[in-house]
């Protein structure tokens, strides 16, 4: 249990700095930390079964009837259920140039002048209909435990391929966790050439970096949010561990 402690620890001084000031750098730091616990998903319950006793964490998909109506649209959206906090927060609220027409971006956030705290993002090119509900509206909210909540849907894409044809992706924490980590050089330099730089899933999250919330990445909240959460409840799942 000690080595846990230890990788709590990093965890939360690398979430700490990225929580007051956003940089690439630390973003590569805090997705490989993030790598290593979801390296320890497996080990964890072997510790403790109150990994996967304790149904602590939420997570979030998009209301399936609504969805219907966006079945050929391209589009993301993204639930950070009760919120990402954040002090690197700084800019224009969206910044993104990649697409030219009507589409529509936003999300549910909260500002002042030192800090932000967003719940959601979406965006969806072309914009919907009049009429047709928000494709964030009314999500499924469920409460897992540690294992299921790292193999849980963090962000869903309507995602327009090189042959232009949509293809609905549903990438789990896990699974963003590690291929930002790759990709970005977080734990493996791109310099070196590795099979593991080819994923299917490493297009649509390059494609996600494009687009910027107050000055930071849409993928910077996501991370934020599975550390922020893991630094919660760590403490009623790690024993010795205190909750500073």
Request: aromatic share 12%.
């Amino acid at each position: 249990m000690h080595r846990v402690v230890v990788q709590y620890e990093r965890l939360r001084r690398h979430y700490s700095h990225a929580e007051k000031t956003y940089d690439y750098a630390s973003l590569l730091d805090l997705s490989h930390i993030l790598r290593i616990w979801v390296e320890l998903k497996t080990a964890l319950p072997n510790i403790d079964k109150s990994f996967t006793s304790k149904a602590l964490f939420k997570s979030a998909v998009p209301n399936r009837k609504i969805l219907k109506s966006y079945k050929g649209v391209e589009y993301i959206v993204a639930f950070m259920p009760d919120g990402i906090t954040t002090h690197a927060a700084k800019g224009k609220m969206f910044e993104w140039k990649e697409k030219e027409g009507d589409f529509s971006i936003g999300g549910e956030i909260a500002q002042q002048d030192d800090w932000m705290k967003m719940t959601k993002f979406h965006f969806c090119f072309p914009n919907a209909e009049k009429g047709i509900k928000d494709i964030s509206d009314n999500p499924k909210v469920s409460r897992l435990n540690m294992v299921q909540w790292f193999g849980a849907e963090i962000i869903r894409m309507n995602y327009r391929k090189s042959d232009g044809l949509l293809e609905t992706i549903s990438i789990p924490r896990e699974i963003l966790v590690k291929r930002l980590a790759n990709i970005m050089d977080g734990s493996h330099t791109s310099l070196e050439k590795n099979d593991d730089f080819d994923n299917k899933f490493d297009e649509p999250i390059k494609f996600l970096m494009s687009f910027k919330c107050a000055g930071c990445p849409i993928p910077y909240y996501l991370l934020m949010k599975v550390a922020q959460d893991i630094i919660e409840f760590g403490p009623k799942l790690i024993r010795n561990l205190k909750n500073t």
